[in-house]
């Protein structure tokens, strides 16, 4: 992983249905992320969840996506 790349986790199950339930969506209205996309964890397959953590002025920052293909 770059320095500069925001950091990326895959997310359990538990908490994948904590994040539908809390902003209640389904997981198919997700912005979607590529299998092959260099900066994926480890071990991530197609319907899996991924938190992607920026940071901007000393504040974290969390983003999520499905990942596709």
């Known amino acids: 992983m770059h320095a500069l790349q925001p950091k990326h986790v895959k997310l ?3 908490e994948v249905e904590e994040l539908v ?3 209640n969506i389904s997981i198919s ?3 979607k992320i590529l299998s ?3 900066s ?3 071990g991530c397959q197609k319907g899996d969840i991924v938190k992607i953590e920026r ?5 974290i920052f969390s ?3 499905v ?3």
């Open 21 to 23: 339930k809390k902003f």
């Open 12 to 14: 359990k199950k538990d």
């Open 63 to 65: 983003y999520y996506r």
């Open 55 to 59: 940071k901007f002025d000393e504040k």
């Open 67 to 69: 990942v596709v293909m």
């Open 36 to 38: 092959t996309d260099p």
């Open 40 to 42: 994926m964890p480890e």
């Open 29 to 31: 209205q997700l912005p």
